[in-house]
T-cell receptor, first 111, second 118 residues
Framework: QKEVEQDPGPLSVPEGAIVSLNCTYS??????FMWYRQYSRKGPELLMY????GNKEDGRFTAQVDKSSKYISLFIRDSQPSDSATYLC???????????FGKGNQVVVIP | GAVVSQHPSRVICKSGTSVKIECRSL??????MFWYRQFPKQSLMLMAT?????????EQGVEKDKFLINHASLTLSTLTVTSAHPEDSSFYIC??????????????FGPGTRLTVL
């Protein structure tokens, strides 16, 4: 079993819809959870950074962490064509900078 | 803040030559830098972890003599692909973690370097 599971998609949604992405993981030591956005031929860009369980909101983005279920989510409200990218979840245990990544989920927002 | 640059952004070289890629943290000091490789439509594959002033830690299966890493300062790490071959063609991305105390830190990524070996 991989440490981090993420459905690679692709996921196509109409402009204005809510995009829902998620990852599951197996390592209960993970405490820091991140979502990155990667455009084609570019480096990943940090979108959200959360610690332990709970919700975090930043503009149109909401990250949720449920440690009891080992499940994290990213929601994008009012999706825009510029949100079309690959979204990677990543996580690490406390005291360790090394990240475990999901495979990435390709999102296409159709105008 | 938290900007990481990489140079060059693209390089094409002949088989057998060596290529050096630079990774710089522009507005923060990075105790640790990471080097990744990414194939098309795949996730990031960690190659090595680089700590300032010490030897890099390579992942299993990554040849340390082929991929030389130097982390000379808190803002600069370099990856040298020695005697490059066509199978080394890939997208190489570095990341850096800010020097802060406690816990784990997010990694900030550079824009990547596209290497093509002819």
């Amino acid at each position: 079993q991989k440490e981090v599971e993420q459905d690679p998609g692709p996921l196509s949604v109409p402009e204005g819809a809510i995009v829902s992405l998620n990852c599951t993981y197996s390592n209960s030591a993970f405490q820091y959870f991140m979502w990155y956005r990667q455009y084609s031929r570019k480096g990943p860009e940090l979108l959200m950074y959360t610690y332990s369980s709970g919700n975090k909101e930043d503009g149109r983005f909401t990250a949720q962490v449920d440690k009891s279920s080992k499940y994290i989510s990213l929601f994008i409200r009012d999706s825009q064509p510029s949100d079309s990218a690959t979204y990677l979840c990543a996580m690490s245990p406390r005291g360790n900078n090394r990240l475990a990544f999901g495979k990435g989920n390709q999102v296409v927002v159709i105008p | 803040g938290a900007v990481v640059s990489q140079h060059p952004s693209r390089v094409i070289c002949k088989s057998g030559t060596s290529v050096k890629i630079e990774c710089r943290s522009l507005d923060f000091q990075a105790t640790t830098m990471f080097w990744y490789r990414q194939f098309p439509k795949q996730s990031l594959m960690l190659m090595a972890t680089s700590n300032e002033g010490s030897k890099a830690t390579y992942e299993q299966g990554v040849e340390k003599d082929k991929f030389l890493i130097n982390h000379a300062s808190l803002t600069l790490s370099t990856l040298t692909v020695t005697s490059a071959h066509p199978e080394d063609s890939s997208f190489y991305i570095c990341s850096a973690s800010p020097q802060t105390s406690g816990g784990a830190r997010a990694q900030f990524f550079g824009p990547g370097t596209r290497l093509t070996v002819l």
